[in-house]
């Protein structure tokens, strides 16, 4: 199986920036695509964003685009997701995802996820 472990959380006021991190093992990183979703307290987990496995194809939700960024690091198996312009209803818990296949992860089936990360924005 793959591992997924995330990183990077924490809290942090308003306007603030935080970078995630998503360390991937046990498989062909270079292959997979790879997404963040969040779930707030009481509500459904939402898509953020997601790369292709390549690198250079990125999209994001509407309501984080134009702040929030994902890239991947093939030397290092990692996934970050950098977050500028926190405000509070950026705070959720985050996962980072993996799956072979596009569609899957994109709707947010992903084959393999990880525990989560906690970000905190304070208003």
């Known amino acids: 199986q793959v591992q997924l472990v995330e990183s990077g959380g924490g809290l942090v006021q308003a306007g603030g920036s935080l970078r995630l991190s998503c360390a991937a093992s046990?498989?062909?990183?270079?292959?997979?695509?790879m997404g963040w979703f969040r779930q707030a307290p009481g509500k459904e987990r939402e898509f953020v964003a997601d790369?292709?496995?390549?690198?250079?194809?990125?999209y994001s939700a509407d309501s984080v685009k134009g702040r929030f960024t994902i890239s991947r690091d093939k030397a290092k198996n990692t996934v970050y997701l950098q977050i500028d312009s926190l405000n509070p209803e950026d705070t959720a818990i985050y996962y980072c995802?993996?799956?072979?296949?596009?569609?899957?992860?994109?709707?947010?089936?992903?084959?393999?996820w990880g525990q989560g990360t906690q970000v905190t924005v304070s208003s």
């Open positions: 995802a993996a799956d072979p296949l596009f569609p899957r992860l994109r709707r947010g089936e992903g084959r393999y």
């Open positions: 046990g498989g062909t990183f270079s292959r997979y695509y």
């Open positions: 790369i292709n496995p390549s690198g250079g194809n990125t």
